[in-house]
């Protein structure tokens, strides 16, 4: 069964301690690995696409990285402003549809 | 800087009752999305329209559900007797090309659907 699990489901951080959230994804066919910030009451925002395992992007303190299993979201040196719930989601072709994880819900102290 | 809008922002409805959420997608994207998170889970997907016909749905998407392009700019979910369990939060998204390769999906602020 396709499957998307992200750990863990709450991070709290000191503003500048930099950490990794994980999902790992169970997706036959694997099309692409995306990750969306979501803000309380507002829609996903698009982060990222990966789509081959080795690949990695970077987008400011975001770095996302995908293998055959599992994709991390790396965030170095967080600030408050990136409190946010992170999602990740698997699209699959078997399936023709995405898959999302539950999220990891991020707060930053300052 | 475009973005989708999605109307009402709130709609509260008796169970049995037609429904009808509104969306405007980006206006030069050409694939369409309904996607519904019920609170504290996780967003789920429902459907996906090209070319004026669904491309893909979910085993969610059941025969209360329809999707339609009515004209060159809206896009609708239509939950034709909605339930308890209908109640969540609607969001549409839209993309130039199929989300993917960096083809990013852009999703509206969502509609919270309430079944009573």
């Known amino acids: 069964e396709d499957q998307v699990t992200q750990s863990p489901e709450a991070l709290r951080l000191q503003e500048g301690e930099s950490s990794s959230l994980n999902c790992s994804y169970t997706?036959?066919?694997?099309?692409?690995l995306f990750w969306y910030r979501q803000d309380p009451g507002k829609g996903p925002e698009f982060l990222f696409t990966?789509?081959?395992a080795g690949e990695e992007k970077e987008k400011e303190r975001l770095k996302a990285t995908l293998t055959k299993k599992e994709s991390f979201l790396h965030i170095t040196a967080p600030k408050p402003e990136d409190s946010a719930t992170y999602l990740c989601a698997a699209d699959s072709n078997t399936g023709n549809q995405f898959y999302f994880g539950t999220g990891t819900s991020l707060t930053v102290i300052p | 800087e475009p973005e989708v809008t999605q109307t009402p922002s709130h709609q509260v409805t008796q169970m049995g009752q037609e429904v009808i959420l509104r969306c405007v997608p980006i206006?030069?994207?050409?694939?369409f999305y309904w996607y519904r998170q019920i609170l504290g889970q996780k967003v789920e997907f429902l459907v996906s329209?090209?070319?004026?016909?669904?491309?893909?749905k979910s085993e969610i998407f059941d025969d209360q559900f329809s999707v339609e392009r009515p004209d060159g700019s809206n896009f609708t979910l239509k939950i034709r007797s909605t339930k308890l369990e209908d109640s969540a939060m609607y969001f549409c998204?839209?993309?130039?090309?199929?989300?993917?390769?960096?083809?990013?999906?852009?999703f509206g602020p969502g509609t919270r659907l309430t079944v009573l």
């Open positions: 997706v036959s066919g694997l099309r692409g």
């Open positions: 206006s030069n994207h050409l694939y």
């Open positions: 990966l789509y081959s």
């Open positions: 998204a839209s993309s130039f090309p199929r989300a993917g390769a960096d083809n990013e999906q852009f």
């Open positions: 329209f090209y070319n004026n016909e669904i491309s893909e």
